[in-house]
């Protein structure tokens, strides 16, 4: 069984199209976050949620929205997508917040989203 | 300046050899610093997590440190293999607003 997924695997999209990424995960765990992960390798974190609730919004682009609609599942929409957003981007998932314990961090096998 | 710098960037080691990665840190007020191993094309995975209390933490071939006053961590790995070629990635959480900062990795390869 599969502890964090993600759809598509790959995506490749036309700039200005709208698109989503979905993420699950069946480990009962309270918190999911978004990371982004560009060509050179640097992983960043997006957003976090924890129990539905929004905790972590780092510096992303309007064009980015997070949403939880229940605690096993945070998805990713993109608006208006640009050349920049090309990038392997990670969900992931943890009991509790990072910064709150030692609880481990689940990622999923990333999505590869290629804009033209 | 980024919050979390490790180094080196890359390094190419002979199978069977021991090296360690390093993990300095700026961020302040710590809670937790973890080192992850991501293979190329997959995602992270957890290989250590230490509180502020712990110096040491072992996981296999893996051994981490943790001096919280000079704020450095270090990875060593012991006889390596071809599997550790990968990225190792060190997270600094803070205390504060659940702050979590990446370093940008160190690109490991293990070479026959």
């Known amino acids: 069984d599969t502890a964090v997924s993600q759809t598509p695997k790959y995506l490749v999209t036309q700039m200005g199209n709208d698109k989503s990424i979905k993420c699950e995960q069946n480990l009962g765990h309270d918190t999911m976050y978004w990371y982004k992960q560009d060509s050179k390798k640097f992983l960043k974190i997006m957003f976090s949620y924890n129990n539905k609730e929004l905790i972590i919004n780092e510096t992303v682009p309007n064009r980015f929205s997070p949403k939880s609609p229940d605690k096993a599942h945070l998805n990713l929409h993109i608006n208006s997508l640009e050349l920049g957003d090309s990038a392997v981007y990670f969900c992931a998932s943890s009991r509790e917040p990072l910064a709150e314990g030692v609880n481990e961090q689940f990622f999923g096998p990333g999505t590869r989203l290629t804009v033209l | 300046k980024n919050q979390v710098e490790q180094s080196p960037q890359s390094l190419i080691i002979l199978e069977g050899k021991n090296c360690t990665l390093q993990c300095n840190y700026t961020v302040s007020p710590f809670s937790n610093l973890r080192w992850y191993k991501q293979d190329t094309g997959r995602g992270p995975v957890s290989l250590t997590i230490?509180?502020?209390?712990?110096n040491t933490k072992s996981n296999g071939r893996y051994t981490a440190t943790l001096d919280a006053d000079t704020k450095q961590s270090s990875l060593h790995i012991t006889a390596s293999q071809l599997s550790d070629s990968a990225s190792y990635i060190c997270v600094v959480s803070g205390s504060i607003n659940n702050d979590m900062r990446f370093g940008a990795g160190t690109r490991l390869t293990v070479k026959p």
């Open positions: 230490m509180t502020f209390s712990e």
